[in-house]
């Protein structure tokens, strides 16, 4: 009998001790995944698509990377002086709308109708207050627009003249639509729709021929510790009906939350809606615990093609750890963590 209660002893000790190793690998495994790498961060896309780095000329390549460059040093010193993410995620965005070379602000894609209409999106993951705009024609800068909505109105999505007159309230000066339009997409929206006559093309084979998607966004985390995400674009070439894509949708082409990650998305908007791309990351590390990386991989690699749908993503979460990754042939991108800044064309 006492031989018995020693084995029995035993082997509960035994199970209590490897109960308590496999506890503790869970627990060491748990850590290497929070830790933090960096206090602050900033990750890019200037848009995915049918790119290849031998597709494009070495002077236009140099043109890529060197507003790349520039926008993302903008944001990452606004966030090495201790400012917002949100800050830094707008003004990034601004020096990329500025640009003609990405498919947002000047030199956005045009219409069917050969005008201009603009989306873009922000959202706060601290307070997960977020605003956009969609459909928008006279605002020089849509992500400037979208964070008054965020900040100075009870809306989180305003469109077309609707929001241009709530920009007036807020004193922005608007532009002439000519503003947007550059000789390049004017050409390109004329040969889709020859195009489009001849074989019945849709709004998406711009890609297809050889035309990248060219959204932008930003994603950001700050020295306080809070996460932020910003989308714009000028939506898919030849679109028509008042097609609204994903970026101005919160959730689908931005998502921003601190209890997991700031996400922009790019790349074919119907299926980034109908997958709700931004928040199905972040759903995916809160309620089913998985890191970054394999939120994103999931839903990049196996839930968009599934369905149909390409693009990429570029994502930060609280602990730093950038994501940047695509099913398209290739995808605009640039981070700068812990000094280190890496443009990738
Ligand atoms: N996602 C955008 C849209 O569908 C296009 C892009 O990413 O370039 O409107």
Known sequence: MKRFLLLIVLILSFACKENRSSLNAEKNATEIKNKKVANYGIAIHGGAGYIKKENISDSLERAYHDKLKEAITKGNEILKNGGSAVEAVKQTINVMEDSPLFNSGKGAVLSHAETPELDASIMDGKTLNAGAVAGVSTIKNPINLAYEVMMNSNHVLLSGKGAENFAKTRNF????????????????????????????????????????????????????????????????????????????????????????????????????????????????????????????????????????????????????????????????????INDKLIIEI
């Open 173 to 336: 000066k608007l532009v002439n639509p000519s503003y947007f339009i550059t000789e390049k997409q004017l050409k390109n929206v004329q040969r889709i729709k020859q195009n489009e006559n001849k074989k019945q093309a849709t709004f998406y084979n711009n890609d297809i021929n050889g035309t990248k998607f060219g959204t932008v966004g930003c994603v950001a985390l700050d020295k306080h510790g809070n996460l932020a995400a910003g989308t714009s674009t000028g939506g898919m070439a030849n679109k028509k009906w008042g097609r609204i894509g994903d970026s101005p949708i919160i959730g689908s082409g931005t998502y921003a939350n601190n209890k997991t990650c700031a996400v922009s998305g790019t790349g074919w908007g119907e299926y980034f809606m109908r997958g709700v791309v931004a928040h199905d990351i972040s759903a995916l590390m809160e309620y089913k615990e998985l890191s970054l990386q394999e939120a994103v991989e999931k839903v990049i690699y196996e839930k968009q093609p599934k369905l149909g749908g390409n693009g990429g993503v570029i994502a930060i979460d609280y602990f730093g750890n950038i994501v940047m990754e695509f099913n398209t042939l290739g995808m605009f991108r640039a981070s700068y």
